[in-house]
Structure formats: structure tokens, C-alpha cells
């Protein structure tokens, strides 16, 4: 299946390189990247290093893509102690492929694992895991507008054993899958569903942290959502239900009247997004004031009838910025569905993509050469 090249010595730990015998052909990979969708197509290998207690980290290595082999008593399969990360490379006009602000993903990746009890990897061996990966898969990072690598380092508890405890084995690995633009048909606004139902997060629970668990609970109420006509749901604070949080897996932001914009203050139960905190810089590098702050969902609501309230977008490494058209709940719309994307939620969307794809100066050096 496969045939071992020489390791490749690097810091902190050596990465060995088995390239895939079964890597697809030229044609084969034009045709996917052609049309890659999101999510649906995986590049030829993926990256796997190993952790138990008593080595470290060790073993690391860039392998032929394939299913994993886990034992059905692995600790991740009963008690979810797994996270993940998300980042992109983009491919510049010159050919060179970049990630953005991959130190930020790493350092979040690390304050997961404390939270979830798995063992913290070094952020450089982060970094360098994704530059090993794309050594090998650079071909595999469209060059067509707007497309990119979606890039997934995740990380399990593995240890075989039913008792309830951090596991003492765990591993991380890296897959990649080629992205298409998120909005095909031009950047679309959409509804969002507030759920008064459900919350993702607890007081004092995992709602900072980048974990599958988080995104198990949130399923439910997206159903619900897509019920509803909306493509995306909208969670309130889970101790008094009255602040908003954020959206399954994206954070959100209001534009008011004077320009001011105004995103949820980090609770401790939302996650951090690198987008948020890179639109609040780039914002307030256009000079508007930014506000992270408790939002009550009631200044949204009266706030859009008001005309205090302008636009309203959400946030994150997947979509880049999504424009929101309406807020819709139980017995209520806020908003117009069919109101066009507002002019600074597209202006700071283009301008973040224009430093994602090398197409303005990086003057904050977010960006970070793969290959
Ligand atoms: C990943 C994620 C985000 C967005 O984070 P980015 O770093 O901007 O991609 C927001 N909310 C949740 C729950 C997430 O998992």
C-alpha cells in the first residue's frame, strides 16, 4: 500500500514521511478541485503523532489518508474527551501557499486540551505538523478565487479502558480537505434561529473550548433552525437566557447606527474565534469603536425595529463572515430575509480575504508560509 522515504528531521520531534501509493492521479485531482464542495474530499495523506504519559509526544508522522484503528474501548468513543482546531491554506497568486494566524489556532488548541483534560501539544510541533502535511499535499490547495485547504488537526483520548478518567494515551492527526467558495453563488445573506430552548454551553462547562461535545448538543437546535427556514442557530447565555452567545460554530457581531460594532464579551462559555478577534482589528483599524460587551438579545430585536441596530453578521474560519438578514424565534422576525448584505459586513469581508489571499499587505503579519 505503501513505501517508507527517509525520515525528515525536524525540530521538536522528527516527522516520518510514508507517501500513498494509492494518491490520486493528476486528472483525478483536478476533477475534485474542480468542484470540491466542503468537507467531502480528503487530500492523499494525513498527519498522526502519538501521546501517553510516560513518552510524550512521539512518533509523529505523515501517513497515507486512511480509517483509523481504534479499540471499541477507546476513552474517546464513551466520553467524548476529543478536540479540534480549523484553519485554512490559501494559494497566493505567485503559487505559494499560506495559513493565517496558525500560532493562535495552536495556543486555542492547547487551552481545549486543558480544558478536556488531553495533553497540550508544543505550538510549534502545531505549526510544523501542517507544514509537514502540505510538504506532501501542496497540489492538493486550489488556485480558482476564493478557494482554499480546509486544514483539521483534531486530537483524541485513545486508551483502551472503561473507567472514568483522562485517559493516559492519546493522538493527534491533521486531514485537509479542499474548499470551495463557501457562498457559490456570491455571498449571500441568512437567517438565524434563536433557540430559547437549548443552550451549547454551561456556566463553568466547555463552551470556550473547541470540543466534538459542543457541537453534539448544538445539532438538535440546528435542526430545528433549518426547520425554520434559517441556515444557522442562535444561543443566549445559558444562566439567565437574555445575553446572546454566539452561533453553533460561528461568533457574531452587530453594526449600530454610528458605526460602532458590538460582539458578545468572552464569557467563558463562547468560543474565541481567530476571525472575531482579527475583524475587531481590522475594524478598529478603520476606526470604528468595538464594543465586546453583554448583548440582551432585546437591544438586537428593538435595535433593528429602532434603525439602532444596522447590520449583523457571523463570523468564522469556514464562511469567513456571513451577512445575517433576519433573526427569527418563536413568534418573531427581526430583520428583512431578503435585506441585501450590509456595506461594512462585505468591507471588512473583503478585506480580511484580501490578507487571507496575498492580495493587500499582511501589515499585521497574520500570515505564515506552508509551502
Ligand atoms: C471554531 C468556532 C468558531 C470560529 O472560530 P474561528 O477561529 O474564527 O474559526 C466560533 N464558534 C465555535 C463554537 C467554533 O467552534
Same mark, same amino acid.
Given at each position: 500500500m505503501s513505501t517508507t522515504t527517509s525520515p525528515t528531521a525536524t525540530f521538536p520531534i522528527p516527522f516520518k514521511t510514508t507517501r500513498s501509493q494509492a494518491a490520486r492521479v493528476l486528472a483525478e485531482r483536478e476533477s475534485i478541485l474542480a468542484n470540491p464542495g466542503f468537507g467531502k474530499h480528503f487530500t492523499d495523506h494525513m498527519v498522526s503523532i502519538d501521546w501517553t504519559? $510516560?513518552? !510524550?509526544?512521539? &512518533?509523529?508522522q505523515v501517513l497515507p489518508y486512511g480509517p483509523l484503528q481504534l479499540d471499541?474501548?477507546?476513552s474517546v468513543l464513551h466520553y467524548a474527551q476529543e478536540i479540534f482546531e480549523g484553519l485554512k491554506a490559501y494559494r497566493h497568486a505567485d503559487g505559494s501557499i499560506w495559513t493565517f494566524r496558525p500560532e493562535a489556532n495552536g495556543e486555542r488548541m492547547q487551552r481545549s486540551a486543558r480544558r478536556l483534560a488531553l495533553p497540550e501539544l508544543p505550538t510549534d510541533l502545531f505549526v510544523e505538523s501542517l507544514k509537514q502535511l502540505l510538504a506532501v &499535499? +501542496? &497540489?492538493?490547495?486550489?488556485? +480558482?478565487?476564493e478557494t482554499s485547504l480546509y486544514i483539521r488537526p483534531f486530537m483524541i483520548?485513545? $486508551?483502551? @479502558?472503561? !473507567?472514568? *478518567?483522562?485517559?493516559?494515551r492519546a493522538a493527534y492527526y491533521v486531514i485537509a480537505s479542499p474548499a470551495g467558495? %463557501? @457562498? +457559490? #453563488? /456570491?455571498?449571500a445573506p441568512v437567517s438565524i434561529w434563536l433557540s430559547t &430552548? %437549548?443552550? *451549547?454551553? +454551561? #456556566? /463553568? !462547562?466547555? !463552551?470556550a473550548a473547541k470540543c466534538g461535545g459542543n457541537y453534539a448538543a448544538s445539532l438538535l437546535p440546528q435542526q430545528e433552525a433549518y426547520e425554520n427556514g434559517c441556515a444557522q442557530v442562535l444561543f443566549l447565555d445559558?444562566? $439567565? /437566557? #437574555?445575553y446572546l452567545e454566539e452561533l453553533g460554530g460561528m461568533n457574531v457581531f452587530l453594526v449600530m447606527k454610528d458605526g460602532t460594532l458590538v460582539t458578545p464579551e468572552?464569557?467563558?462559555?463562547i468560543l474565541e474565534g481567530v476571525t472575531r478577534a482579527s475583524i475587531i482589528q481590522l475594524a478598529r483599524d478603520r476606526g470604528h469603536e468595538v464594543q465586546e460587551r453583554k448583548v440582551a438579545i432585546d437591544e438586537w430585536r428593538d435595535g433593528v425595529a429602532s434603525g439602532q441596530v444596522v447590520e449583523a453578521f457571523a463570523c468564522g474560519t469556514a464562511a469567513v463572515v456571513t451577512p445575517i438578514a433576519a433573526l427569527k424565534g418563536k413568534g418573531f422576525v427581526a430583520g428583512d430575509e431578503s435585506a441585501p448584505a450590509g456595506k461594512l459586513t462585505m468591507a471588512l469581508r473583503q478585506e480580511l480575504t484580501d490578507i487571507q489571499y496575498g492580495r493587500v499587505a499582511d501589515r499585521h503579519n497574520w500570515l505564515t508560509r506552508l509551502a
Amino acid at each position: 500500500m505503501s513505501t517508507t522515504t527517509s525520515p525528515t528531521a525536524t525540530f521538536p520531534i522528527p516527522f516520518k514521511t510514508t507517501r500513498s501509493q494509492a494518491a490520486r492521479v493528476l486528472a483525478e485531482r483536478e476533477s475534485i478541485l474542480a468542484n470540491p464542495g466542503f468537507g467531502k474530499h480528503f487530500t492523499d495523506h494525513m498527519v498522526s503523532i502519538d501521546w501517553t504519559v $510516560e513518552q !510524550g509526544w512521539h &512518533d509523529a508522522q505523515v501517513l497515507p489518508y486512511g480509517p483509523l484503528q481504534l479499540d471499541p474501548a477507546a476513552s474517546v468513543l464513551h466520553y467524548a474527551q476529543e478536540i479540534f482546531e480549523g484553519l485554512k491554506a490559501y494559494r497566493h497568486a505567485d503559487g505559494s501557499i499560506w495559513t493565517f494566524r496558525p500560532e493562535a489556532n495552536g495556543e486555542r488548541m492547547q487551552r481545549s486540551a486543558r480544558r478536556l483534560a488531553l495533553p497540550e501539544l508544543p505550538t510549534d510541533l502545531f505549526v510544523e505538523s501542517l507544514k509537514q502535511l502540505l510538504a506532501v &499535499d +501542496a &497540489d492538493w490547495v486550489p488556485s +480558482a478565487p476564493e478557494t482554499s485547504l480546509y486544514i483539521r488537526p483534531f486530537m483524541i483520548a485513545n $486508551e483502551s @479502558f472503561l !473507567g472514568v *478518567r483522562s485517559a493516559h494515551r492519546a493522538a493527534y492527526y491533521v486531514i485537509a480537505s479542499p474548499a470551495g467558495p %463557501y @457562498f +457559490a #453563488k /456570491g455571498v449571500a445573506p441568512v437567517s438565524i434561529w434563536l433557540s430559547t &430552548d %437549548y443552550a *451549547r454551553a +454551561a #456556566k /463553568g !462547562g466547555t !463552551g470556550a473550548a473547541k470540543c466534538g461535545g459542543n457541537y453534539a448538543a448544538s445539532l438538535l437546535p440546528q435542526q430545528e433552525a433549518y426547520e425554520n427556514g434559517c441556515a444557522q442557530v442562535l444561543f443566549l447565555d445559558p444562566q $439567565e /437566557g #437574555k445575553y446572546l452567545e454566539e452561533l453553533g460554530g460561528m461568533n457574531v457581531f452587530l453594526v449600530m447606527k454610528d458605526g460602532t460594532l458590538v460582539t458578545p464579551e468572552l464569557s467563558g462559555s463562547i468560543l474565541e474565534g481567530v476571525t472575531r478577534a482579527s475583524i475587531i482589528q481590522l475594524a478598529r483599524d478603520r476606526g470604528h469603536e468595538v464594543q465586546e460587551r453583554k448583548v440582551a438579545i432585546d437591544e438586537w430585536r428593538d435595535g433593528v425595529a429602532s434603525g439602532q441596530v444596522v447590520e449583523a453578521f457571523a463570523c468564522g474560519t469556514a464562511a469567513v463572515v456571513t451577512p445575517i438578514a433576519a433573526l427569527k424565534g418563536k413568534g418573531f422576525v427581526a430583520g428583512d430575509e431578503s435585506a441585501p448584505a450590509g456595506k461594512l459586513t462585505m468591507a471588512l469581508r473583503q478585506e480580511l480575504t484580501d490578507i487571507q489571499y496575498g492580495r493587500v499587505a499582511d501589515r499585521h503579519n497574520w500570515l505564515t508560509r506552508l509551502a
